[in-house]
């Protein structure tokens, strides 16, 4: 009998240990934890001789060049009247002869904090420029600009050296630059919308 409960001691914290571990949040079979900037991180700003240009191809099988940019057309007008917009935001061409072109210029407010008594923002300039064929079309998201802090202290900064992989990380590549880390946070979550609003119209 004395030696069953010297026995039953022995193995006592090892079934607290155990019990301990399970009560940690492990991830499922097949996954592993994953770092939620993961999606900003190297290669996520891509460059084209020296350019930030974000491209995509969207795929619109049994439509037409002009189906397609007649939708386009229409978003991208649209687009023009939301309220982050300005007043100088507009369509600067579209081929209505072949409906192969559609380019817009664009100035937007682009926020990162907005809460009570403490308003950050910076004014995002670009370019969307769309090449139509029949049954897809191209969209690049470029010539990307920022006027920050225009009512205390204007600055201005080009995408090219503020936002690409050299700028807006840090230098291991492992997370987002301090300063310049929330603008290309932002420019990205606003690329991804437009990219997917368009995918999501065109699939209709």
């Keep these: 009998m004395k030696k069953l409960i010297i026995m039953a001691l022995m193995f006592m914290p090892f079934i607290a240990t155990s019990a301990q571990d399970n009560s940690w949040e492990q991830p499922e079979p097949g996954k592993t ?30 439509k037409t060049k002009e189906q397609i940019f007649n939708i386009l057309l229409d978003r991208m007008t649209k687009m023009t009247k939301e309220p982050n917009q300005f007043e100088q935001s507009r369509i600067v061409l579209a081929d209505e002869k ?4 559609i380019v817009g210029n664009y100035q937007e407010w682009l926020v990162f904090k907005n809460k009570p008594l403490v308003l950050d923002r910076t004014r995002m300039f670009y370019h969307l420029m769309v090449d139509i064929k029949d049954g897809e079309a191209k969209v690049d998201l470029t010539r990307i600009y920022y006027l920050y802090d225009e009512e205390r202290l204007p600055q201005t900064f080009q995408a090219e050296e503020w936002i690409n992989d050299q700028y807006g990380l840090n230098k291991k590549k492992t997370k987002l630059s301090r300063v310049s880390g929330k603008f290309r946070r932002k420019t990205i979550d606003r690329k991804d919308y437009i990219f997917d609003n368009f995918t999501k119209l065109l699939a209709e």
């Design 98 to 101: 072949n409906h192969s072109q």
């Design 33 to 62: 934890a994953t770092n939620p900037d993961a999606k900003y991180l190297a290669g996520a700003v891509p460059e084209v001789d020296g350019k930030v240009v974000f491209s995509t191809t969207i795929k619109a099988p049994g």
